[in-house]
Each structure stands twice: as structure tokens, then as C-alpha cells.
């Protein structure tokens, strides 16, 4: 199982981005069952939790993106996305689709680049 993130870039701080990911090697229902999530690694830090989207699709973010990110999945093709808006240098960070337990082999992620 591979999830394959996509949409990265270089912004400018106030901009927006979509970052999307496929997952590969799942069938449709396992897929649909688990909560699904975005996590992202800064520089020199570790790995860090920041969006999760439920089967039934409630979602929950870090406080740091809440109220600029939204996460959405679309179950049929087995992705999930992250709108990402209002965008911060602190943002800056190579972006992971996986479980919010981790329970995926991960994927190259996404650079995102966010200047001032």
C-alpha cells in the first residue's frame, strides 16, 4: 500500500495550495474504513500530525492550521486532499498523506515552500 502525494510548490506567505494524494494497493473499502490524514516534517523536526478525516468524514486539525486548512477525501478514487489557505513560512514542510496511525509505508510526500 502507497500513497502517492502530489501538488506541492513555492508560495507566497497569505497564498494558497492544494496538496492531494492517491492511495495505491488498497481496495476501495479498506480504504473508505480508515481515518485517513495529512502529517508534515519541517527541517529539523520531527514528523508532526496535522489534519485527520474520519470514514463518515469529521474531521480534526492541529491548532496551528486550524480555521486556514481543510482536509477532504473523495472515497471513490481513493484520495484525500488539503486545502491550504492563508499560508505561513512556518508552514514550510515536506507533506504526508498516511493513516492517523501511521500504519501506511510512506510515501516521498510533497514539498511545500512558503516564503516571506
Known amino acids: 500500500v502507497q500513497p502517492v502525494e502530489a501538488g506541492g510548490g513555492l508560495v507566497q506567505a497569505g497564498g494558497s495550495l492544494r496538496v492531494s494524494c492517491r492511495v495505491s494497493?488498497?481496495?476501495?473499502?479498506?480504504?473508505?474504513?480508515?481515518?485517513m490524514a495529512w502529517h508534515r516534517q519541517a527541517p529539523g523536526k520531527q514528523r508532526e500530525l496535522v489534519a485527520t478525516?474520519?470514514?463518515?468524514?469529521?474531521?480534526n486539525y492541529a491548532d496551528s492550521v486550524k480555521g486556514r486548512f481543510t482536509i477532504f477525501r473523495d472515497n471513490a478514487n481513493k484520495k484525500i486532499h488539503l486545502q491550504m489557505n492563508n499560508l505561513k513560512p512556518e508552514d514550510t514542510a515536506v507533506y504526508y498523506c498516511?493513516?492517523?496511525?501511521?500504519?501506511?509505508?510512506w510515501g516521498q510526500g510533497t514539498q511545500v515552500t512558503v516564503s516571506s
Open positions: 478525516i474520519t470514514r463518515l468524514g469529521s474531521t
Open positions: 494497493g488498497i481496495i476501495t473499502s479498506e480504504f473508505n474504513s480508515r481515518t
Open positions: 498516511n493513516t492517523d496511525t501511521r500504519e501506511l509505508t
